[in-house]
């Protein structure tokens, strides 16, 4: 019997997600003669049955297009904001899958995505996701579509900075997203070359970058990149953070959302400051924000969303559910989403990369 299938994009938008949009739509619809319809706006938009038809050439020029041409958003299916206060709109969007006549929902997604997509099925629905994200902290994946396009963002943007911060001997602080996870900022500043690498993973202190810093100058190098994760803390703050989780009882070191842009670029500011005062050379302040998710996706990404997005659509005819399509070297696997739920892939203290950097002289700090 033919399948129906429906297909979101949920959290963060991602350069390569209209990549994987058409990757399982024209595997569905041409190898497996299935019918695909798109939701709008992630969950919010399956929850008010707002639908886009992505079948008769609707897939067709979309794969070198940036953000999402479904459009998303960061709803959650059991904690959504309708009419000024928290629902759980679970039942809604379980109504209106079967008013679809759904057979299984693609989601698109972030780890948030993932664990949204598990409620779902424990809901009830058949449901496939894939991962996508530029912070590359999906649980399970090799990599996540999105993370190759942001990097070559981030850097060119630091290859940009080395010669400003180089004429001007200043130390140019550029904050690179990620979230909890510092694989973005750590793979940039090595590719980009950056002298000091702070990530949340490795809590720093100020003085020691200082010191890295000062000892470039003795050389006849007075000037420095400084490329921070958004989720970099220092040594002071990740115990005071550790103490506020300890009081709590919640075992994890949780930090922001509370505003998260400004807790960020406020720390960002801060260290900057403190690197002026301790190394008497003029400091700037880069945040490259939204800019690292927005264009054209790499070829490395358009790549590996067309792999996992026609994959998905092989398993979807196989009517296998519940599983995120990840990659694993040349292959294309299915993981359980219960396996991948709820984990976040952070960097590994002792991770090749951080290894690698290390041994080019980069300072992180500790
Ligand atoms: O998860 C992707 C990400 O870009 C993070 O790196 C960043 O912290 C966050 O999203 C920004 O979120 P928003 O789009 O809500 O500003």
Request: aromatic share 4%.
């Amino acid at each position: 019997m033919t399948q129906n299938i429906g297909i979101l994009t949920s959290g963060g938008d991602t350069p390569g997600l209209n990549a994987a949009i058409r990757g399982v739509g024209k595997a569905c619809v041409s190898r497996h003669g299935m019918h695909i319809v798109g939701f709008r706006d992630g969950f919010r938009g399956l929850m008010e049955n707002r639908t886009m038809v992505l079948e008769g050439g609707a897939l067709s020029g979309i794969l070198t297009l940036g953000g999402t041409i479904l459009g998303t958003s960061r709803d959650k299916p059991h904690k959504m904001p309708v009419h000024g206060k928290m629902q759980d709109m679970t039942e809604t969007i379980v109504a209106n899958y079967h008013a679809n006549g759904l057979d299984c929902l693609v989601c698109l997604g972030g780890g948030g995505t993932q664990k949204n997509a598990l409620r779902l099925m424990q809901a009830g629905l058949n449901v496939v996701t894939l991962p996508k994200t530029i912070d590359n902290d999906v649980a399970l994946t090799d990599t996540t579509f999105g993370f190759d396009t942001a990097l070559g963002i981030a850097t060119d943007a630091i290859d940009r900075l080395h010669s400003t911060a180089h004429s001007h001997h200043r130390i140019i602080v550029v904050e690179i997203m990620g979230h909890r996870a510092g694989w973005l900022a750590l793979g940039a500043g090595i590719a980009g070359g950056a002298d000091v690498i702070l990530i949340p993973e490795i809590p720093y202190d100020v003085e020691v970058v200082a010191d890295a810093i000062k000892a470039r100058k003795r050389k006849g190098k007075p000037f420095s990149i400084v490329a921070v994760a958004e989720g970099a803390v220092s040594r002071q703050e990740f115990a005071e953070m550790q103490l506020v989780a300890a009081k709590k009882k919640d075992k994890k070191v949780k930090e922001p959302p509370a505003e998260a842009e400004l807790v960020y670029a406020e720390r960002t500011l801060r260290l900057a400051h403190q690197l002026e005062k301790l190394t008497g050379l003029e400091a700037r302040v880069t945040i490259l924000g939204h800019l690292q998710r927005g264009g054209t996706p790499s070829a490395a990404d358009r790549l590996l969303a067309t792999r996992l997005g026609t994959a998905a659509a092989d398993l979807i005819e196989q009517r296998q559910y519940g599983f995120m399509v990840a990659a694993r070297g040349e292959l294309s696997v299915p993981v359980p989403l219960e396996d991948v739920a709820g984990q976040v892939k952070i960097v590994p203290p002792e991770h090749p990369w951080v290894l690698s950097a290390r041994g080019v002289e980069t300072s992180f700090g500790d």
